[in-house]
Nanobody, 122 residues
Framework: QVQLVESGGGLVQAGDSLRLSCAASGRTFSGYAMGWLRQAPGKEREFVAAITWSGGSTYYTDSVKGRFTISRDNGKNTVYLQMNGLKPEDTAVYYC???????????????WGQGTQVTVSS
């Protein structure tokens, strides 16, 4: 089992940047693929980005391609989501999640953090 704690959310203006971090503890971090997902008020949780255990492959939902970058540092047991050019429609609670196998472009992950709020004002 792995425990996940997100940080880095906040209130920003449209066009600003934020970097979210997710610190993992527990079982070997490098054994997990990691994802970032989000849930806006009144909407279902959606996939945002994912990265394989080695960091060799990354995946993004279309709406964030070119603006968001997911990365990981297995030595620090941390995964990051760099968010540039933020838009009001990016406002949501952002969750870090982990899984050991299967499709990463999904909301079906095995372990979840508590979430961090990102609010983008226009």
């Amino acid at each position: 089992q792995v425990q996940l704690v997100e940080s880095g959310g906040g209130l920003v203006q449209a066009g600003d940047s934020l970097r979210l971090s997710c610190a993992a503890s527990g079982r070997t971090f490098s054994g997990y693929a990691m994802g970032w997902l989000r849930q806006a008020p009144g909407k279902e949780r959606e996939f945002v980005a994912a990265i394989t255990w080695s960091g060799g492959s990354t995946y993004y939902t279309d709406s964030v391609k070119g603006r968001f970058t997911i990365s990981r540092d297995n030595g620090k047991n941390t995964v990051y989501l760099q968010m540039n050019g933020l838009k009001p429609e990016d406002t949501a609670v952002y969750y870090c999640a982990a899984k050991t196998r299967g499709n990463l472009r999904t909301t079906a992950y095995d372990y979840w953090g508590q979430g961090t709020q990102v609010t983008v004002s226009s």
